[in-house]
C-alpha cells in the first residue's frame, strides 16, 4: 500500500498547479490518496486568490482519492503542517509531505514508499527526504541514498510512531541554550541551528520544521536523503513566490533517470565524504556569499 500524500498550499495558484502537474505524473500517482489541507486567508485580498485555488482545487483528479481540507481561518504554515500531519497519521502508518511550490520528479513516489518501507522498523530513521542539494557519488557506491541528521521540509516523509513523540513546545530548550557545547553540536548539520531555533523560542519564526530538526538532533537520530534529488523547489529566483532572490545555493538538479527500484543502505550512519557536501550549502561561508551576491544584484 503506498502512503497518503499531503498537500499544504495558501494562495498562490500557479506553483500549486505545476506542483499537482508533476505529482500527477508520478509513476503511483493512480495507486496514492492526495490530501489537500488549504489554509485560510489572512487579509480580504488574500480571500480572493484562494477562492481561485480552491477552485482548481475541485478539479484536481488523477490521484486514487483526493480529499480537501479548507480551513476557514488562517492558521499560518507551522500550525497547519503539525496540526494535517497528526490527523492523517491517525488512520495512516506513514504519510509524504509536499508543499506548494515543489516539482517532483516521475519516480519521487517509487523513492519515497520504498524507503519508509525499508526503515519502517529501525528507529534509527527519523525521517525521508526527496530533496537533495548536488552530490557526487563515490565512485563504488552501490546505495541510492546517504544519511544526515537534518531533516528536510521540502518533500519528506516519516512515521506515525516518529511524529507522535515530537515534543513541539521543546521544553528542554532553556538548557540547551546555556549548553554551548550541545548548541555547537547541533549546529554541526549546518551553521543555522541554533540561530533558528533562537528566533523559534523568541517569537521572530514560526517555524515547525526547525523543531522536527531539533527533536531529530535530541533522538541522535538520521534522515534518508536521496544522491538524486526527487525535488525541485521553485520558491526562490526572479520567478518565484517566496523571495526575489536570484542566486540559489539549493538549486539542484531534478532526477530525469526514470529509475524505478533504488538500492538503500542498511546501516544509518554519517559517511564523510557526504557530509562534507551536504554541510558545505549551509556553512557560514556560503550562507554569507549568497547574501552578498543577492544584495548585490537585486
Not at 29 to 40: I, K, Y
Not at 252 to 280: A, C, M, S, V, W
Amino acid at each position: 500500500m503506498t502512503a497518503p500524500v499531503l498537500l499544504f498550499t495558501y494562495k498562490k495558484l500557479e506553483p500549486l498547479k505545476q506542483s499537482v502537474i508533476a505529482l500527477r505524473r508520478n509513476h503511483l500517482a493512480s495507486d496514492t490518496a492526495l490530501f489537500v489541507f488549504s489554509d485560510g486567508p489572512k487579509t480580504e485580498r488574500d480571500a480572493t486568490e484562494i477562492n481561485d485555488v480552491r477552485e482548481y482545487l475541485a478539479t484536481i483528479h488523477g490521484f486514487k482519492e483526493v480529499t480537501i481540507y479548507a480551513s476557514e481561518t488562517n492558521k499560518g504554515l507551522a500550525t497547519s503542517i503539525i496540526t494535517g500531519v497528526s490527523k492523517i497519521l491517525k488512520t495512516h502508518e506513514s504519510c509524504v509531505v509536499l508543499e506548494d511550490d515543489l516539482i517532483t520528479s516521475t519516480n519521487f513516489l517509487d523513492f519515497m514508499n520504498q524507503a519508509l518501507t525499508f526503515y519502517k522498523n529501525n528507529s534509527q530513521v527519523h525521517s525521508i527526504s526527496g530533496y537533495s542539494m548536488p552530490i557526487k557519488p563515490l565512485q563504488d557506491e552501490q546505495y541510492d541514498n546517504y544519511f544526515t541528521m537534518r531533516a528536510s521540509s521540502w518533500g519528506w516523509a516519516t512515521w506515525r510512531d516518529r511524529w507522535q513523540e515530537v515534543d513541539w513546545e521543546v521544553s528542554g530548550y532553556s538548557d540547551f541554550k546555556k549548553d554551548a557545547t550541545a548548541q555547537k553540536q547541533f549546529n554541526a548539520m549546518g551553521s543555522d541551528m541554533a540561530g533558528m531555533l533562537n528566533k523559534q523560542m523568541t517569537g521572530q519564526l514560526d517555524s515547525w520544521a526547525i523543531r522536527w530538526c531539533f527533536d531529530q538532533f535530541q533522538k541522535k537520530t538520521f534522515s534518508v536523503f536521496p544522491l538524486v534529488s526527487k525535488i525541485s523547489n521553485e520558491g526562490f529566483g526572479e520567478k518565484a513566490t517566496n523571495t526575489k532572490e536570484r542566486f540559489n545555493r539549493y538549486k539542484t538538479k531534478l532526477d530525469e533517470t526514470g529509475k524505478r527500484n533504488f538500492g538503500f543502505n542498511p546501516k544509518p550512519h554519517l559517511q564523510p565524504y557526504y557530509i562534507k557536501q551536504f554541510y558545505r550549502v549551509y556553512s557560514l561561508t556560503t550562507r554569507i556569499g549568497y547574501k552578498i551576491l543577492n544584495t548585490i544584484f537585486r
